[in-house]
């Protein structure tokens, strides 16, 4: 092999690498980063065959009330604000709040004039678990989530407690 080819081999083989390992990397920088709230849901405990065990997440602020119309797929800006060990959300806006922390999601139901409540996703309602330790989770009344948001509201799961364990 020529030194030229040689060289652009192993510059290929670093782009490869640098790419997947810059990606978790900024990931943890941004978690590191974030602040950390904890947030309150009930678990669902489905099982894939391919995927593993894991847990469905249903939070509190997945059903808020509107600051305004918001249609399906709209990206929605929710405050929180701490209550006890937790923390709630009670509104949503279409701009950045200058409250913080904010969480933003999308809408997934579009809300009507009399301002109703509707529902929001924010990617963070699947969490994978240990092999076997689903039903631990499931017979849980309810779960706390630790989650790290970043300053334009992106969440991300640090990790899930049961409460008193």
Not at 151 to 162: C, D, F, L, Y
Request: cysteine-free.
């Amino acid at each position: 092999m020529k030194r030229r080819e040689r060289i652009a081999f192993f510059a290929l083989v670093g782009l490869q690498l640098a790419l997947p390992l810059g990606t978790v990397g900024w990931t943890e920088v941004q978690i590191a980063r974030g602040t950390e709230v904890r947030l309150q849901t009930i678990p669902v405990d489905p099982r894939d065959l391919f995927r593993g065990d894991y847990v469905v997440l249903r939070y509190e602020i997945s059903s808020v009330g509107p600051s305004t119309i918001f249609k399906r797929g709209d990206t929605v800006y929710v405050p929180l604000r701490k209550v006890g060990p937790r923390w709630m959300g009670d509104y949503a806006h279409k701009e950045k709040p200058e409250a913080r922390p904010f969480i933003r999601g999308r809408a997934t139901q579009g809300s009507t004039e009399d301002y109703n409540r509707f529902e929001v996703e924010y990617g963070i309602e699947t969490y994978f678990i240990e092999a076997g330790t689903g039903r631990k989770y499931e017979d849980a009344e309810f779960l706390y989530v630790d989650v790290s948001i970043d300053r334009n509201g992106k969440a991300r799961i640090k990790g899930v407690k049961i409460p008193g364990q």
